[in-house]
C-alpha cells in the first residue's frame, strides 16, 4: 500500500470563500485533518474556519498541541517531534493528512515548523504545501492599498522590530507591511511619526475574521490595546 | 437602477485550480469579463485561463490594450483613459464588470493601474480587489521553500534592480524574492556567486503554467534565454 501524502493548506485569512479550489479539493479528499492549538483546552481558529467550509463528518481530526512561546525551544521542540510521530503514523497506513492553517501556508505559518521536522526524520513520506491567500494580500485587497505596481520594493517584516532595521527598510522600500504589530505598536508608532510617514500608514485589523476594521488615523490607536490580529501597512 | 462594481479578481498562477471560491463566484455572477492584451491579436493568458475554470457564455468580453513598454508613458496613459471610459460606461448601465488578471490582483498586476485611473476619474464607482495566489506563493509552495517563518524578514524586489540596493537587501532580509528576473539574470548569477549565495538560491520558472521548472543549479542558466515568467529566490 503507498503511503499517503502530507498537506500543508493555507485556509486564507478566514473568510471561507478565500480558500482556493484545490485546498477545498485536497481537504474534501483527505482522510484525516490535522489543525494547530497553542494551549490545552483551546479552540482551533482554522478548524472552526474549515467547518463553516466543507463537513468533517467521516473524517479523523488530530489536534496537535504547539505552545506559541517561544520562551520554551526544548518544549517545542518536543511537541513537533510528538506531532510529526502522530502524522506519520497515520501517512504510514496510507491515508492522506491535510494540516490547516490560517492565511498562506508558506508564509509565517505554523506548519512550516512540521516541515521541517518531517523533512528530517520521515525523509520517506511526502509533504506538499498548498498555498493559500495571506493575511497581507486579504489586508491590501480590503483596503484597496496595492502593495507594489511596476519596479516598486516590497518588505514584510514580523514583529518584534529592531528600530535601527525597522528606519533603513521604511527608506529604502516603497511598501512595508508589519506583521504582529500589537506588541509593539507604541513604538512603531513613534517612528513613523518621526519619519513623517504617518499618512502613509494604516492599520488592518482581523481581515477576514469576526471584528474587520481598516485604521486610517493611527493615533487614535496610541496607548490602547492593538488586536493581535494586526497588520500595518506603508506606502510611500 | 445601482451601478455595477469594477472587480480586479486574481486569477493565481495559471493552475485554474488556484483561484478562490470568491473569485471564481465573482466571475460566474458579472456580466462583463474584461482582460488585458500587450499587443494588438495577441491572445490573453488570463482569459485562456479562465476559460478552463468557468464557461464564460452569455458573457460580454472587453479586450483592453495595454502596451507593456514603458518607453511611450503618454500613449500607456491614453491606453488606461480609453479603458477606464469603456469599462465605465458598463457600470454605468448597472452591470458588473470583473477585471482578470495573473496571479494577486494587489502585487504588480495590470489591474493597479486601471484603478488608480478610475479612482480620479470615477469616484462614484466602486470598486474592488479580490485577493489571488500570487506567483511568490505558488513558487515558494511548489518549490517547498518557506518564504519566512518566526522573525524572517523577507523583500520582494522586481527587476530592473540596482547592484547596490541588492546587495544590501541580501545582506539586510533572511529571503529576498525576485521577480522577472530574465531581463539581468547574469549579473545576478555573478552577485550571488560573489555573495556566496549560489547555494541558497533556486529559480522557479513558468510555476502554474505550461513548463513548470524548478532550477536548483543556477550555474546551468547562465548564458542562456531565461523565461519571462520566472522568479528567482534566495533563502538564507
Known amino acids: 500500500m503507498p503511503y499517503g501524502t502530507l498537506y500543508g493548506i493555507g485556509l486564507g485569512p478566514g473568510d471561507p470563500e478565500l480558500i482556493t479550489l484545490k485546498g477545498l479539493r485536497i481537504l474534501q479528499q483527505s482522510r484525516v485533518i490535522a489543525y494547530p492549538i497553542s494551549r490545552q483546552g483551546d479552540e482551533s481558529v482554522a478548524l472552526s474556519i474549515l467547518e463553516r467550509i466543507t463537513s468533517l463528518v467521516g473524517k479523523e481530526k488530530i489536534e496537535l498541541l504547539f505552545p506559541m512561546s517561544a520562551a520554551e525551544p526544548a518544549a517545542l521542540k518536543i511537541a513537533w517531534e510528538e506531532a510529526s510521530r502522530k502524522i506519520a503514523a497515520h501517512l504510514e497506513q496510507g ?52 502593495l507594489g505596481k511596476g519596479r516598486e520594493r516590497l518588505a514584510i517584516l514580523p514583529a518584534p522590530f529592531d528600530q535601527a532595521q525597522l528606519k533603513k527598510s521604511l527608506e529604502d522600500f516603497d511598501t512595508v507591511v508589519l506583521l504582529k504589530v500589537s506588541q509593539v505598536f507604541d513604538q512603531v508608532y513613534e517612528l513613523l511619526k518621526r519619519m513623517n510617514l504617518l499618512d502613509k500608514a494604516i492599520l488592518c485589523q482581523r481581515i477576514g475574521l469576526e471584528g474587520e476594521r481598516i485604521i486610517h488615523d493611527l493615533s487614535t490607536l496610541v496607548g490602547s490595546k492593538v488586536d493581535y490580529m494586526s497588520i500595518l501597512m506603508v506606502k510611500k
Chains 1, 2 share one sequence.
Open 95 to 146: 491515508k492522506d493528512v491535510a494540516f490547516i492553517t490560517l492565511g498562506d501556508v508558506v508564509l509565517y505559518s505554523t506548519f512550516i515548523y512540521l516541515f521541517e521536522v518531517m523533512r528530517e526524520g520521515y525523509q520517506h513520506l511526502k509533504v506538499e504545501f498548498v498555498p493559500g491567500i495571506s493575511s497581507v494580500s486579504a489586508s491590501a485587497a480590503t483596503a484597496s492599498l496595492p
